[in-house]
């Protein structure tokens, strides 16, 4: 299977936000912007691996600022790494009033899918080759953030976690 880079898998999708993408405050709701993101990075993933992928996590979401009635939501996605049958997809969101030309960085995340074939089955994925420092920044990450993922899953015990326990107590001295 060929290695792909990140910025074949780059999406970028805008939304104008409309009264019905709102709450009482005018600001946009959540889980409309949770939908979005899913969306996004969902053809990001397929992007990587050209088959049909599925949600399996969604890290922890933040919401820095708020976007409001009218402003326009720019989400941007790419994948940062693949392991066997999953890909883990980055997203930023951007909030901008065109008006007044301001725009402010309202999230990102990271998502993570898993390629199935038409019967619903896991298949392998591509492998990645980052190319930017920012790429392979975003790569190297992506390990601890999976064994982070798996852990609080419940699918891995910390003890197994190398590239976390070396984040946080370094690499073993040896006498």
């Given at each position: 299977?060929?290695?792909?880079?990140?910025?074949?898998?780059?999406?970028?999708?805008?939304?104008?936000?409309?009264?019905?993408?709102?709450?009482?405050?005018?600001?946009?709701?959540?889980?409309?912007?949770?939908?979005?993101?899913?969306?996004?990075?969902?053809?990001s993933?397929?992007k990587?691996?050209?088959?049909?992928?599925?949600t399996?996590?969604?890290?922890?979401?933040?919401?820095?600022?708020?976007?409001?009635?009218?402003?326009?939501?720019?989400?941007?996605?790419?994948?940062?790494r693949?392991?066997?049958?999953?890909?883990?997809?980055?997203?930023?969101v951007?909030g901008?009033?065109?008006?007044?030309?301001?725009k402010?960085?309202?999230?990102?995340?990271?998502?993570?899918?898993?390629?199935?074939?038409?019967?619903?089955?896991?298949?392998?994925?591509?492998?990645?080759?980052?190319?930017?420092?920012?790429?392979?920044i975003?790569?190297?990450?992506?390990?601890?953030?999976?064994?982070?993922?798996?852990?609080?899953?419940?699918?891995?015990?910390?003890?197994?976690?190398?590239?976390?326990k070396?984040?946080?107590?370094?690499?073993?001295?040896?006498?």
């Open positions: 299977m060929n290695a792909k880079n990140p910025k074949e898998s780059h999406t970028i999708m805008n939304e104008l936000i409309l009264p019905n993408d709102t709450n009482t405050f005018n600001n946009l709701m959540g889980g409309r912007l949770l939908h979005w993101m899913d969306i996004a990075a969902a053809i993933a397929q990587h691996c050209n088959r049909i992928v599925v399996a996590s969604v890290d922890n979401v933040s919401f820095k600022h708020s976007i409001k009635l009218g402003d326009v939501v720019t989400i941007e996605a790419k994948v940062t693949a392991f066997n049958t999953s890909v883990e997809v980055r997203l930023d951007w901008q009033n065109i008006p007044s030309g301001t402010v960085k309202s999230n990102e995340a990271y998502y993570t899918f898993v390629a199935v074939d038409q019967s619903g089955r896991t298949i392998p994925v591509p492998p990645i080759e980052p190319e930017t420092e920012e790429d392979k975003l790569f190297d990450g992506a390990l601890r953030r999976r064994q982070l993922r798996l852990i609080l899953g419940g699918k891995m015990h910390p003890d197994d976690a190398t590239e976390l070396a984040l946080f107590f370094g690499e073993p001295k040896v006498d």
